[in-house]
């Protein structure tokens, strides 16, 4: 018999998580939130194709009237245009593509980094575990849009290029900065767990320190890692949201929620044309929100000490 | 307990250093050559060159940050050296001012916008986190807890964006002349304009804010609520208030202090979105100006601020943490 079979959390346990998860109506509702987002962002060029628009066309002949204000509806826009005549509908099609993408990236690369660090300092505790800890609280301590500020100014090439892909620079700021939560999770199961008898017995039995980090302690972290990536991924998505808003993320001409809600306001076009500023705002806050109940009610489920 | 306060006094003092060594060398490595950007725009490099070595920028980075810890030329008549008393950050080039001077001034509007908004936040969710807890599942808390949601999926950029939208575009086009753009008033100039300047900032932060605490509240108050000490009052006959108020609430406090002292430690160290917004001259827009216009020595100095506020905040929280479970033992 090995480990696996007598580990409480599956296959058992998955399966009736997955029920208990079902009859969540709460759970459910944001289930719905997010698959509708994911099916909205892949469908994104093919609703363009539709329309006709390209997230990056301009239509300054049709878009944008006599005395340059965007319109508010009409051939074919359905929630207007830009200052430059772009469609925003389409574009905030597009920004859901990036903050997705820029989101589970970001929040999965922390992960990596956070297990890695977690299974180390937890496993192996002495010095460490207290070099490891003193690189927590160095993270901790960073003020991260400033550092973010920092980095871009160090991407910036002459001429107004930029060294590296914004986006690659935005995954990077957002991992480095939010990796510790799951570092903290890990060292906790694992210090737990290293403790239980099927683990002392495979180090009894002398079992190489890898596989039994690898094989007995890994997969008892599973449930916490993914109920924190579940957490961390809204907070993340927040997060890109706010580099570009700042100047220091994603880049025009691609299309990023925190992007156009900054373009909205710097042009102030929003004052004859509210969809500008509205309808970013509005999917940010329904991208995270689904985020959030999904999160919390799989929290409620899965981690154990959590309840309600 | 005194020893327990030295090695946790010796570990921020470790770890105040490993932030000020990163954050110096990404600053020497992100903004290449200040002197550079210091010299007029068509400056032959001679031109620049005397100004780098006028300004000890020529310097390897070790020996320059020798000079950022320990002192070296004074810039301008501007000691540097942090570990000097009394201690400098050094010399802000764009500025031409001392940058610890720099800090110092903004300091009172970050402070404003910081304390004002804790005290909101804390009030506001610590009256509804526990009366949520009166009938779980009920009405009220079922209602608290969906507006928590919402508002926790709120940036904090975004409700400031809309707030300056609906309170100050809208109301002023609609004749309401209650709220200001932006900007900012000492509070000994006039207590009154003080607070009309910060309540669209402070707004901004506590809906967030209140997003998160309110359920922490909830949630550390329904878990002490099982335990004896909270029966043992019920059975002697103290009513509902009394218990959550003086009882459970007093019980669940270290998940909220640990909680409060860091999202509080990270708006004192520069709430950057809200001051940027809100045109609030305090510690966070300076940095972001020093960080667009490359003024290196500036944005080491408010690192260095918000790590140091960050930590020495943290560590007093859990110092009280710690002499209240002493207490109670």
Redesign the interface.
């Known amino acids: 018999m090995t480990a696996d079979t007598i580990s409480p959390s599956r296959p058992t346990g998955t399966a009736l998580v997955l029920r208990h998860l079902r009859r969540d109506r709460t759970f459910v509702a944001g289930a719905v939130i997010v698959a509708l987002l994911v099916a909205l962002a892949l469908l994104a060029p093919v609703i363009a194709a539709v329309v006709g628009h390209g997230p990056d066309a301009q239509f300054p002949d049709i878009a944008i009237d006599e005395s340059g204000i965007p319109i508010t509806g009409g051939h074919g826009f359905l929630l207007g245009a830009d200052a430059l005549g772009r469609d925003v509908f389409i574009r905030v099609l597009y920004g859901a593509r990036v903050s997705l993408v820029i989101g589970v990236v970001s929040t999965t690369a922390a992960m990596l980094i956070g297990v890695a660090v977690g299974l180390v300092a937890g496993y192996w505790r002495g010095w460490a575990d207290a070099v490891l800890s003193?690189v927590t609280?160095?993270t901790?301590?960073?003020?991260m849009?400033?550092?973010a500020?920092?980095?871009?100014?160090?991407n910036r090439a002459p001429g107004g290029s930029t060294y590296v892909s914004p986006p690659v620079v935005v995954v990077v700021i957002i991992s480095l900065f939010s990796w510790t939560y799951f570092a903290r999770v890990v060292r906790g199961v694992v210090i737990d767990v290293t403790n239980a008898n099927y683990v002392k017995a495979a180090i009894g039995a002398g079992s190489p320190s890898s596989w039994i980090v690898l094989r007995e302690i890994l997969p008892n972290t599973a449930p916490s890692v993914i109920v924190y990536w579940a957490v961390q991924l809204?907070t993340n998505i927040?997060a890109e949201?706010?580099l570009s808003?700042?100047g220091v993320g994603i880049r025009t001409p691609q299309a990023s929620w925190?992007l156009m809600?900054s373009e909205a306001?710097t042009s102030g076009l929003?004052?004859a044309q509210p969809m500008m500023?509205i309808a970013p705002?509005l999917a940010?806050?329904v991208t995270?929100?689904g985020f959030?109940?999904v999160s919390?009610r799989l929290r409620a489920h899965l981690d154990p000490d959590?309840k309600? | 307990m005194t020893r327990s306060i030295g090695v946790r006094a010796l570990r921020m003092l470790l770890t105040i250093l490993l932030v000020t060594l990163v954050a110096f060398l990404l600053t020497k490595v992100a903004y290449a050559n200040p002197a550079r950007s210091l010299a007029p725009e068509n400056a032959s490099p001679e031109t620049v060159a005397q100004i780098a070595a006028s300004l000890g920028l020529d310097e390897p980075w070790w020996v320059q940050l020798r000079y950022f810890l320990f002192g070296g030329p004074a810039i301008k008549g501007v000691r540097t050296g942090l570990f000097t008393v009394p201690p400098s950050l050094g010399y802000s080039f764009r500025e031409q001012r001392p940058v610890l001077d720099l800090i110092l001034e903004k300091i009172p509007v970050t402070a404003s916008l910081a304390i004002g908004a804790l005290v909101i936040w804390m009030t506001i969710s610590i009256l509804s986190g526990v009366l949520a807890t009166r009938r779980p599942q009920g009405l009220f808390d079922r209602a608290s807890s969906t507006v928590s949601y919402a508002l926790l999926s709120l940036p904090v950029f975004v409700t400031g964006v809309l707030l300056l939208y609906f309170g100050y575009y809208r109301l002023t086009l609609a004749g309401i002349d209650v709220f200001p753009s932006g900007g900012y008033v000492p509070l000994t100039e006039s207590p009154g304009q003080w607070a009309r300047h910060l309540v669209l900032p402070w707004l901004t932060l506590v809906l967030y804010e209140v997003g998160v605490f309110q359920r922490v509240v909830r949630g550390a108050v329904l878990d002490v609520s099982s335990y004896d000490f909270i029966r043992t009052a019920r059975a002697k006959g103290a009513g509902w208030w009394r218990v959550s108020f003086g009882h459970a609430l007093p019980g669940a406090l270290t998940p909220i202090l640990t909680l409060a002292g860091i999202e509080f430690a990270s708006i004192l160290g520069g709430a950057i979105v809200t001051e940027q917004i809100f045109g609030l001259d305090g510690v966070g827009r300076l940095a972001v100006r020093a960080a667009l216009t490359g003024d290196g020595p500036v944005v080491i100095g408010c690192t260095l601020f918000a790590a140091v506020v960050f930590v020495v905040i943290t560590a007093a929280v859990d110092i009280v943490i710690d002499v209240r479970a002493r207490r109670a033992r």
Not at chain 1, 149 to 154: T, V, Y
């Open positions: 003193e609280n160095v901790l301590a960073f003020p849009l400033l550092t500020l920092s980095i871009a100014a160090l809204p927040m949201a706010t808003y700042l925190g809600i306001q929003y004052v500023l705002c940010l806050f995270v929100l959030n109940i919390t959590k309600g």
